[in-house]
Nanobody
Framework: QLRLRESGGGSVQAGGSMKVSCEIIGHIYETFCLAWFRQAPGKERERVALLTSDPEITYAAPVTGRFTIARDNARNTLDLQMNSLQPEDTAMYYC???????????????????WGQGTQVTVSS
């Protein structure tokens, strides 16, 4: 089981940038799904970015072209660089992970076994 710890949230004005990081403590097996989710008050949680072991990277439509997900193996982190932030990006951001022993191509990244506590990102207009 992985322990995940987010950092880097805070407040920024619209149009600004912010990077949030997720420290990953534990062993990630060769097949994995690493993702960033967000949840705004009164809204459902949504996945904004996904990085898999295939490797494949996907983004939710609202953040495509503005957000970048990356894994830093030297720091054992999963980072989310967010540019051109808008007030609608205001949410609690969570990292999530799941990994499997052995190689599983195109593993389903639907359910996640490990979650961080979240970091708040607030964008003011």
């Amino acid at each position: 089981q992985l322990r995940l710890r987010e950092s880097g949230g805070g407040s920024v004005q619209a149009g600004g940038s912010m990077k949030v990081s997720c420290e990953i403590i534990g062993h990630i097996y060769e097949t994995f799904c690493l993702a960033w989710f967000r949840q705004a008050p009164g809204k459902e949680r949504e996945r904004v970015a996904l990085l898999t072991s295939d490797p494949e990277i996907t983004y939710a439509a609202p953040v495509t072209g503005r957000f970048t997900i990356a894994r830093d193996n030297a720091r054992n982190t999963l980072d989310l660089q967010m540019n051109s932030l808008q007030p609608e990006d205001t949410a609690m951001y969570y990292c999530a992970a799941r990994s499997w022993a052995g190689w599983v191509p195109s593993a389903p990244c639907i359910e996640y076994t490990d979650w961080g506590q979240g970091t708040q990102v607030t964008v003011s207009s």
